[in-house]
């Protein structure tokens, strides 16, 4: 057996299929980074559904449920919301999509961007209630319907970029 | 081996796996729902694990946000270059206006250490500060918080307060050793108590995530005037008296709203406030001692400094 030839090719499938879960923390970071664009912050895309949004559907076997977990919580503790409260979200969003992943394969643009639209809808609607729950206090949820609206209007570029990202570094493994 | 990597040995039955993932959905729902729990009963181990992740990540956030302020930084240089005959003029006249007040002041100073002297007052000491960079934004519609490079190996600690040039900030809520969490005063949970600067009438500012926070605990049928100065208090001791917060904007359903002096969409460095009251220390949690120190019976709360809560204005 040779080792030379036998260790690279599963390194760099390794590397590959390790791009969904590294480009959806990069996403995360991304998302709790100052920009320096007044008021963004509250309303800041959720990039991170999207990603997990696009690879459960079209790379289930690179992204596992315990990856969407660790996922989310690195985000509460860059967001500084409480531990589990994206998670739980986000892990919510991973079994609602790859319930559906038969129905949204091979749709038009169309219909995964109403899909889409509808399962960012529950998901901000579950981290509000789940917030309002923590907190025991009530606030306005103007932000979060900003925040979905940009989530939802964005959609299709990310989805373009992570189509790039499939079709050039994933397509081979 | 290429037998193995084809995953073929490693296969389950297909049953087996429909079974496996959606055992690991319910156990990771269950995990992050107990997690928040756990979080909500403020165990200490949830926290030690936040802040850890936290410092992790902080120097990384610290350099990615660095030429993201490069750019910002450009631009601001060149929408001041072109702003610069307005700006120029606007300076000037501030100039002006500021002599006078200059003057005012240090009248008032002379006049101020004169009196504290006749009265043997004793002045409350000034803080130290330490800088910090805002390398994290909460980037939620749930949370207001902001993350900065300097954690308590800079001499921070928690509850202290974060200010601008502007006025106050919010205070620490998290700490690592090269990273602090700031809850800012917008944030749902913060509780600041302040004063109406012109009548001493006190109050306690909370935030609601919106921009403008609202004056709570105001006794009925109190009237504050729109654009009266809002200070902090000190009560309480966990922040110093008189640090400038906002102005009175309005009354609304829910209260009085204050827009604060500093801007909180665009914060770059801020400064934490080193200070505490001598031989006062607050409810902060870590003033706690085990009894088998041998000074624990002069510890902090035996000072007697607390200032008075039963006094009604």
Known sequence: MNIETDIWPRIESGLRGAVPLTLTAMLVVLVAMPLGVPALGPIMPLFPLMAIFYWVIHRPDRFPYLGTFLIGLFQDVLAGTPMGMSALVLVAVHGAVASQRKFFRGKSFMVVWSGFAVLASGAVALNWVLAMAFYASLASPTPALFQLVLTVALFPCLTWFFRLVRRDLLRPI | ?313
Do not use: C
């Open chain 2, 1 to 313: 081996m290429r037998r193995l990597r084809d995953g073929q040995v490693w296969r389950l039955p297909q049953a087996g796996r429909a079974f496996v993932l959606r055992f690991s959905f319910v156990i990771l729902l269950t995990a992050a729902f107990t997690l928040m729990v756990l979080g909500r009963a403020e165990m200490a181990a949830v926290e030690r694990l936040r802040t850890a992740v936290t410092d992790l990540v902080a120097p990384l956030l610290d350099a990615l946000s660095r030429p993201v302020q490069t750019v910002n930084d450009v631009v601001g240089e060149v929408t001041g270059f072109l702003a610069l005959r307005d700006e120029n003029a606007r300076l000037l006249d501030a100039n002006a206006r500021l002599r006078r007040w200059e003057m005012v002041a240090r009248r008032m100073e002379t006049e101020n250490a004169a009196l504290r002297g006749l009265l043997n007052f004793k002045s409350e000491p000034l803080g130290a500060f330490v800088s910090a960079r805002v390398v994290g934004d909460s980037g939620n519609a749930f949370v207001r918080t902001m993350l900065v490079n300097a954690g308590a190996s800079a001499g921070i600690s928690k509850n202290q307060a974060v200010i601008t040039g502007d006025g106050l900030v919010g205070r620490v809520v998290e700490l690592g050793q090269r990273s602090a969490r700031i809850l800012l005063l917008t944030d749902l949970n913060s509780r600041i108590p302040v004063v109406i600067q012109s009548t001493r009438q006190r109050a306690i500012l909370a935030g609601d995530n919106s921009s403008t926070p609202v004056l709570t605990l105001l006794p009925e049928n109190v009237r504050v005037e729109v654009g009266a100065r809002v200070v902090t208090s000190g009560h309480g001791g966990l922040l110093p008296a008189g640090l400038p917060v906002g102005v009175v904007t309005g009354l609304d359903e829910s209260g009085y709203r204050v827009r604060l002096f500093a801007d909180l969409g665009r914060l770059e460095y801020v400064r934490v406030v080193n200070w505490s009251l001598p031989g006062f220390s607050p409810l902060a949690p870590t003033a706690w001692q085990p009894v088998a120190e041998p000074d624990a019976a002069t510890g902090p709360l035996a000072g007697g400094a607390a200032p008075s809560e039963a006094e009604t204005p």
